[in-house]
Structure formats: structure tokens, C-alpha cells
């Protein structure tokens, strides 16, 4: 059974800093694309930042590049999301998310397996 656990979430000023986690169980993690999305309220849920198995290649939403980073550990099965310079258009339930595949996707559609969720609120 394949799990995702994210943490990391919380309060946190304008300007300031975050960093996300998620483990996966119950997959053999590095043959998996990984991607990060974040729901705001009334919101859909939107594509924010993927790393593809090896670490070698990362994409992100335009609204986030430069400020946050993805990145994984294999060996821990893990994958981090580093959010710099938040600002409150930031503030969502952000999400992990495995794709079973080679390639790259943006879209949510393509990813099999989801975590639970982790709020972050960026506060003016």
C-alpha cells in the first residue's frame, strides 16, 4: 500500500521561510516522478514544483520560481519542498504527489498516488 506523509506545514510570517517533507512507503521510490500541487480555498488544486527520479531535472510554476526548491533523497525515500520569500498568495494546503513514470507531467491527472495534505498560512 502506498503512502505519502507530508510535514512541515504551519504559520508563517510574510517573508519568510518553510520547508516542506514527504515520505513515501510501500513504492520503490526512485523509479517515481515527484511533484508537489497547493490548494487554496475555492480554489483548484495547482501544479507548483516536480522532480523527476534522479534529482537531475526540476520544474516549477511560474509564481514560485526563484523562491522555492524540490528536492529528494532516495535513500530516505523522501522529498522537500524549501519555500523562501513566502508571501500570503502562497497560503494553501499543499500536497505531495508520485507519478509512476519516466516522464514529467504538470498535471494532476497524472499523478496515481496523493498524501494527506499539509496547511501552510502566510500571514501579512
Known amino acids: 500500500q502506498v503512502q505519502l506523509v507530508e510535514s512541515g506545514g504551519g504559520m508563517v510570517q510574510a517573508g519568510g521561510s518553510r520547508r516542506l517533507s514527504c515520505v513515501a512507503t510501500?513504492?520503490?521510490?526512485?523509479?517515481?516522478?515527484m511533484g508537489w500541487f497547493r490548494q487554496a480555498p475555492g480554489k483548484e488544486r495547482e501544479f507548483v514544483a516536480l522532480?523527476?527520479?534522479?534529482?537531475?531535472?526540476?520544474a516549477y510554476t511560474d509564481s514560485v520560481k526563484g523562491r522555492f526548491t524540490i528536492s529528494r533523497d532516495n535513500a530516505k525515500n523522501t522529498v522537500s519542498l524549501q519555500m523562501n520569500s513566502l508571501n500570503t498568495e502562497d497560503t494553501a494546503v499543499y500536497y505531495c504527489?508520485?507519478?509512476?513514470?519516466?516522464?514529467?507531467?504538470?498535471?494532476?491527472?497524472?499523478?496515481?498516488?496523493w498524501g494527506q495534505g499539509t496547511q501552510v498560512t502566510v500571514s501579512s
Open positions: 504527489a508520485a507519478r509512476k513514470s519516466w516522464t514529467l507531467s504538470r498535471k494532476r491527472d497524472e499523478y496515481g498516488y
Open positions: 510501500g513504492l520503490i521510490f526512485s523509479t517515481y516522478t
Open positions: 522532480i523527476s527520479w534522479s534529482g537531475g531535472t526540476t
